[in-house]
């Protein structure tokens, strides 16, 4: 093996039943580098990540790595962790009540003589280890009690810990605010410079610019290549991602747009609040018209839109729909006035995982209609072809269950679903998160198109950029209040300034 | 902005679990205190009374601690009862007609609920069947074998030494009275709570402070992430029910040195007793958190419910599951509010 490899992975092949998930794939790891493992949803960067963890049994190609004679092949993620591979996933996998010094420890705690746990020494080794990384807090707390992000550091710092010489991140950045992004980021390239070699994988550009040394990119389960970062520019990389010309995204809104201030009025909040998540607010939204929430992570955006549909009911206020008031106390009320809201947790509000993509689909449409009146299977599958075709997902078949699917996919099933019922207003959560970069153009295209159509559309999303390519008027919220609306051209810089706000910013 | 760090020192709170560990030792207390006063002429202040709500109750206390400990797991066992009766059946049978040496018995007795529970947890954590199933499979089953040793009622022989064990007295030096005739009574408590104790206090220290201990709140509160760091969730998943049945078997010859005799109908409904100990103690049914100290004090409130109505005399026994059902869904509001707040500072 080279100096400083410390990992290789040679002609990996993987396939699941009817789809070659790797074909042939490659990567190399050096000592100390952060490695970004780029590609599009089902591009195989998961079941590449999984091959090496042990999780996945690969069919062919061998996994070297250093200090280890001879290929080797884990069985587990225990396996893999006990040759100093370690992964943290998106979804902190620690225990929520147990304390973090013993989340640090669960599994090798130091002893007494006595053979049992040495308390003391466990909470002095914890606060050591959290102190190393510049983490000021009290282990003897459960880990419940401390934000997402910490707790994700708190993963991280347990894989250090544990000796890792390959620490896997997979989509680590996902559910983290810009702050912490950068705190985290911090860790990564302390970690670097510790001779951690790290692989980072996540759906963000802007990330893999700010800390990655080098880049390996996967489409449909094969390399495309693997880079140093200063050889690969952004638009080269989106290409090699997508294998074409990216189109050019500034592009798909309609020049000027079309005058809406005459339009129709859909939506028409005043003084709409719920107690503890967003304070009153007034909002209108015109027929055709596509309003952006936009603010940090936690500055009411989710919480405004179910006020509005009725998910928290609203306390306070008058809300009117197409110029009729209405009392919405449930969102099945908001549905049957023709709202649709697409959640932003997919996995937990948006998915019946066990079920097929056509049960999927027509979920929303036959709870509006009741189950009085029954979809016939000749009207389900005929809905269901409809929009797997219009929508382009990409399944194996309408019966295929949706767990099977890639996020993207699974995130254009639950467009379907709400697509099915004819909304005329439709409130879509962070619909381009976790999905890859193709599948975001054409959900943003289908948002434009769909405005176009004459439906009114509320789009929340943590991206600005994306907000100023789709939306025709901003919202600007912070701290659980909206604070003013933009419109006309904006710069992102405006959109940051406004989030931002005079006075109380650092 | 903020800084994490701040954040993080926001987040601070008292632990909702330790908040409901402190309700449920008060509540006893309170119990207890009104007992003494409404009851005061009818001996519930003597410490004897105390005592023997401990003596009624030892082999509910073992079995109750096995039950929490799997039920940190997030599983529950509902075999116990049935378990109990087909020990004390064995014990009782095996002394008046097998003739067989207790201290024997008793080994065969812990034997017999280590297999049960290898064989349950098994099925449990490795071919992967709800506990629940499982163990109603379980408890059919010994109450099926209760009958089968013999269906008749049938008493510890009272010649053997098992029956001098149940009638040791250990007393106690303290907290003694002069009965009406003027005679001291000095207050005892039975082999069987000591017993009841140890375990109660072994288990405390287990779950404190072994690496088993920790396993069960760890697969209790995430069996993913728990397998993630390392754990086997299987073998502790197996071993929990192992330590229940065990537990439950001690439990048993407990239950039997109380009431020296063994029959099909005996100790019905006691895992739900034991399972309502638990809960009142703070243990959740969803697993990963909860103590035995919690549990001990669960299993005195129940006996503390019981020895209410029964020194009261006129009430109907019936009275007793009625305050136990109450006390119960106070205390599973209680918890779903704690839950709820929590969630909410989220």
New interface residues.
């Given amino acids: 093996m080279k100096d400083n490899v410390v990992l290789t992975m040679r002609g990996i092949c993987m396939t699941f039943p009817g789809v070659k998930a790797l074909q042939d794939v490659d990567l190399t790891l050096y000592k100390g580098e952060i490695h970004a493992l780029m590609g599009e949803n089902g591009a195989g960067k998961s079941t590449l990540i999984k091959c090496l963890t042990g999780i996945n049994n690969f069919e062919a190609g061998e996994i070297r790595l250093d200090g280890i004679d001879g290929p080797i092949r884990n069985h587990s993620?225990?396996d893999a962790?006990k040759k100093g591979i370690s992964?943290v996933y998106q979804e902190?996998?620690?225990?929520?009540?147990?304390s973090v010094a013993?989340?640090l420890y669960?599994?090798?705690?130091p002893l007494t003589k006595f053979?049992?746990?040495d308390?003391k020494a466990m909470v002095e080794g914890a606060k050591r280890i959290m102190a190393d990384l510049d983490?000021?807090?009290?282990v003897t707390?459960?880990l419940?009690?401390?934000?997402l992000?910490?707790q994700q550091m708190i993963a991280i710092a347990?894989a250090v810990d544990m000796d890792c010489k390959v620490l896997i991140l997979d989509e680590p950045t996902s559910s983290l605010d810009d702050?912490?992004v950068e705190?985290l980021f911090g860790l990564m390239r302390r970690l670097r410079d510790e001779g951690v070699s790290i692989v980072f994988v996540t759906h963000f550009l802007e990330q893999v610019y700010a800390v990655c040394d080098r880049i390996t990119v996967l489409r449909n389960g094969q390399l495309v290549g693997e880079y140093p970062i200063a050889e690969l520019p952004r638009v080269k990389l989106v290409a090699a991602m997508m294998g074409k010309d990216f189109d050019d995204l500034a592009d798909i809104k309609p020049e000027g747009g079309a005058d809406l201030s005459n339009a129709e009025m859909m939506i028409d909040a005043k003084g709409l609040s719920h107690k503890?998540t967003i304070k009153p607010f007034d909002l209108e939204i015109r027929k055709g018209e596509v309003v952006g929430l936009t603010g940090l992570l936690g500055s009411g955006r989710s919480e405004l839109a179910r006020a509005i549909y009725g998910a928290d009911k609203a306390q306070t206020g008058t809300l009117k729909v197409k110029g009729q008031e209405v009392k919405i106390n449930a969102p099945i009320d908001a549905m049957n006035l023709g709202m649709g809201l697409l959640p932003d947790d997919r996995k937990a509000e948006g998915i019946i995982a066990d079920l097929s993509v056509r049960e999927n689909i027509i979920l929303a449409l036959q709870a509006k209609r009741g189950m009085g009146h029954l979809l016939s299977r000749a009207e389900q599958e005929k809905l269901a072809d409809e929009y797997i075709e219009t929508l382009q997902i990409k399944t194996a078949s309408k019966e295929t269950l949706i767990k099977q699917l890639s996020g993207g996919n699974q995130q254009k099933v639950i467009l379907a679903r709400w697509l099915a019922t004819d909304p005329d207003f439709l409130i879509l959560d962070e619909p381009t998160r976790g999905i890859d970069v193709g599948t975001k153009t054409e959900i943003q295209k289908l948002v434009i198109q769909l405005a176009q159509e004459g439906k009114s559309i509320m789009f929340i999303s943590s991206e600005i950029e994306e907000m100023l390519r789709t939306c025709n008027r901003l919202a600007v919220l912070r701290d659980g209040a909206k604070i003013g609306e933009l419109d006309g051209e904006l710069t992102q810089e405006q959109v940051m300034a406004a989030i931002?706000g005079g006075g109380d910013?650092? | 902005m903020k800084k994490p760090e701040n954040a993080v020192k926001e987040r601070r709170q008292i632990n909702g679990n330790t908040l409901l560990l402190l309700i449920t030792i008060g509540l006893f207390i309170v119990m207890y205190a009104v007992g003494c006063v409404i009851y005061a002429g009818k001996g519930f202040t003597h410490l004897q009374n105390f005592l023997n709500i401990l003596i009624t109750n030892a082999g509910l206390l073992c079995v109750a601690c096995g039950m929490t400990c799997v039920m940190l797991t997030g599983g529950i066992d509902i075999s116990v009862g049935a378990l109990i009766a087909m020990d004390c059946m064995l014990l009782a049978v095996g002394m008046s007609e097998w003739g067989m040496n207790p201290i024997l018995l008793c080994i065969l007795v812990l034997v017999i609920g280590v297999v049960f529970g290898m064989f349950q947890g098994f099925c449990v954590g490795y071919l992967e069947i709800q506990p629940f199933i499982v163990s109603m499979a379980g408890m059919f089953f010994c109450r099926g074998m209760t009958a089968v040793i013999s269906t008749d009622q049938v008493s510890v022989p009272s010649d053997s030494l098992f029956y001098t064990w149940a009638n040791a007295k250990i007393t106690i030096p303290f907290g003694g009275y002069y009965n009406k005739k003027g005679i001291l009574q000095v207050p005892y408590i039975r082999v069987g709570v000591v017993i009841a104790l140890a375990v109660l206090v072994i288990i405390f220290l287990v779950l404190r402070y072994t690496k088993f201990g920790r396993s069960l709140y760890a697969v209790g509160g995430s069996e993913q992430s728990a397998a993630m760091m390392g754990l086997d969730v299987k073998k502790t998943k197996m071993e929990a029910y192992v330590l229940s049945s065990f537990l439950c078997s001690i439990g048993g010859i407990c239950y039997c040195l109380n009431t020296m005799a063994g029959s099909v109908s005996q100790a019905t409904g006691l895992e739900m007793d034991a399972i309502a100990s638990s809960v009142i103690g703070g243990t959740l049914l969803t697993g990963g958190v909860g103590n035995v100290i919690g549990s001990f004090f669960g299993v005195l409130i129940n006996g503390t419910i019981s020895s209410l109505v029964k020194t009261n005399g006129k009430l109907l026994s019936s009275w007793a599951n009625i305050a136990t059902a109450a006390l119960l869904c106070f205390f599973i509001v209680l918890q779903s509010v704690f839950a709820l707040l929590k969630d909410r500072k989220k």
């Fill in positions: 993620t225990l962790q992964t902190v996998n620690l225990c929520p009540n147990l013993e989340n669960i599994g090798r705690e053979h049992t746990i308390r983490f000021d807090i009290d707390q459960n419940e009690n401390y934000s992000a910490l347990r702050n912490e705190k503890g931002a910013s650092e």
